[in-house]
């Protein structure tokens, strides 16, 4: 895998500026790089922290940042203990939509003497975590509130289902706000405090302003960009930083060459807005089309192709969905303009926990 450090660069410039200018604080997820360097880079670039989504992962990122909020329930007494502990050197928080959870991360604080700062994680409609009502974000953010150890900070938000073109995310977003705005009334009629208002997915991070009452955004691919967000609309090739550099290694079958980067490395996931596109965008081959992966064999159908990629080759591929592909390696090429390229440790590889 190489990175283009200019094109990284540029992504994070223009996010930060649309930060900016709307007054949103910005907290970019690691997910996608799982490097402390570009973490930093992050950092010095403005955003307030960074996210993450897993305990083991703020432990790393923490080398980055000294404020992380971890997107993700803190179920289970080993991941509770580890955040406990992270607390003790830098300021967290985490978003939760269980009392089950508040116990777990109660416990944990209480017995070390920390606080965690806590966000109610609301479902918006992507339906994956997250409490289903405005009355129960209240009941759970009274019982976080009651909790030792514990500090009521906000509510967490993710618009993963928001898509498509401006105009219709314009629609979308509407409703999004209706539906903040019934939260904000529940939540004031008890005086609970709502200083964050978390919002995630970049698909729809430049549209977050339309709900004037988000103030902290979490986009995450946007640092590196893949095919998935090329075809959604988001970005453009150009802006694509991470490419997987693979080798032609087979051309005996007709029509068909086969590269050394299978699901081991461009993962099973198709494309989201486009899922007849194969498995990634060969760059230098357009027409190309990855129809069929093994774990180390990837397809491609050149039938289409004026100009065929030739055994021994070099080929540049985009990933449907660049944050799994990165996970799934120990390092990567990073480089910048005009000097030699360096190899860097995706840090945060493999935390699951």
């Not at 790089?33 to 570009?38: C, F, R």
């Not at 029509?255 to 760059?283: I, N, R």
């Not at 192709?305 to 030739?310: A, G, L, M, S, V």
């Not at 799994?324 to 699951?352: A, H, I, K, Y």
Request: some cysteine; aromatic content about 4%; overall charge negative.
């Amino acid at each position: 895998m190489i990175v283009d450090s200019q094109v990284v660069q540029n992504n994070l410039e223009r996010m930060q500026t649309y930060a900016d200018k709307h007054g949103l604080r910005l907290r970019p997820h690691t997910k996608t790089h799982k490097s402390i360097h570009v973490g930093r880079l992050q950092m010095e670039l403005g955003s307030k922290g960074l996210t993450v989504a897993k305990a083991g992962e703020a432990a790393v990122m923490s080398n980055a940042s000294s404020d992380i909020m971890m997107a993700y329930p803190p179920v289970g007494p080993e991941r509770a203990e580890m955040l406990a502990e992270l607390a003790k050197r830098i300021q967290l928080t985490v978003a939760l939509d269980s009392e089950f959870a508040v116990d777990q991360l109660q416990q944990a604080v209480d017995r070390l003497g920390v606080t965690i700062g806590v966000l109610v994680d609301f479902d918006l409609g992507y339906g994956r975590t997250g409490v289903q009502s405005a009355e129960a974000s209240v009941a759970l953010a009274e019982y976080v509130e009651r909790a030792s150890g514990l500090r009521l900070d906000g509510m967490m938000l993710y618009a993963g289902h928001i898509s498509g073109s401006p105009e219709s995310q314009r629609e979308q977003m509407a409703k999004v706000k209706g539906q903040v705005d019934e939260l904000l009334t529940a939540w004031d009629a008890k005086g609970l405090c709502r200083d964050i208002i978390s919002s995630g997915s970049t698909p729809s991070a430049m549209a977050s302003h339309l709900v004037p009452a988000v103030n902290e955004i979490r986009p995450g691919t946007y640092v590196y960009n893949d095919m998935n967000i090329v075809r959604g609309g988001y970005a453009t090739l150009d802006d694509c930083a991470a490419r997987i550099e693979a080798t032609v290694i087979s051309a005996a079958v007709k029509d068909q060459v086969v590269v050394d980067a299978g699901s081991k490395t461009l993962t099973s996931d198709l494309c989201g807005p486009a899922p007849d596109s194969g498995h990634g965008y060969l760059v230098d081959y357009p027409e190309a089309r990855i129809f069929r992966l093994t774990e180390e064999h990837a397809q491609v159908d050149v039938s289409q192709c004026e100009r065929r990629p030739q055994i021994g080759e070099r080929v540049s591929i985009i990933p449907n969905h660049i944050c799994v592909c990165v996970n799934m390696q120990t390092s990567f090429w990073w480089s910048e303009p005009g000097e030699e390229m360096r190899l860097m440790p995706v840090d945060s590889r493999g935390l699951l926990v």
